[in-house]
């Protein structure tokens, strides 16, 4: 395994519009992905992502950066860095494309960066298994959420 990038399809019965904004809006990814997100939705933007409790000092908490926001088409952003200045050598970069399909949206997923982070074998192993997991729990909590925001139109 080359531990290179994580990449889904997913089918959603839900059009691309209704799907960006899942994707990209602070109060829609706190329903199927991180604990609490702050972001504005615009590229340079930064925001971050928590995992547990925001008010614990266990909280996981993430800083992002917005690189590409083109609705309904594409949503894309850096996290998971080290200290200094976020840049494409040292974060994973996540990507969401939006294709149309009648009134469904095939949603092309992919996460790169784990190999330019220049980790050692083990480490590298152990984050890129960490994010397939994650990934793996998250992104079919996205397809239902979606549906229910749908349902609820």
């Known amino acids: 395994m080359e531990y290179g990038s994580i990449e889904r399809e997913l089918h959603i019965d839900a059009t691309p519009e209704v799907v960006y904004q899942v994707i990209s809006s602070p109060e829609h990814l706190r329903e199927w992905w991180p604990d609490d997100a702050e972001l504005d939705p615009v590229p340079g933007a930064t925001g971050a992502v928590t995992f547990g409790d925001p008010a ?17 088409r594409r949503f894309a952003f850096r996290w998971i860095y080290g200290d200094g200045k976020l840049a494409a050598g040292n974060s994973l970069l996540v990507t969401f494309d939006l294709v149309p399909s009648g009134d469904r949206t095939l949603l092309r997923f992919e996460e790169t960066g784990f190999r330019e982070r220049g980790w050692e074998a083990a480490v590298l192993r152990e984050a890129y298994l960490d994010h397939v997991r994650g990934w ?10 979606a549906d229910k925001v749908v349902a609820q139109t």
């Open 56 to 72: 614990s000092p266990d909280a996981k908490v993430e800083p992002l950066i917005v690189l590409e926001a083109d609705p309904p």
């Open 136 to 145: 793996d729990i998250f992104l079919p909590r996205l397809v239902t959420y």
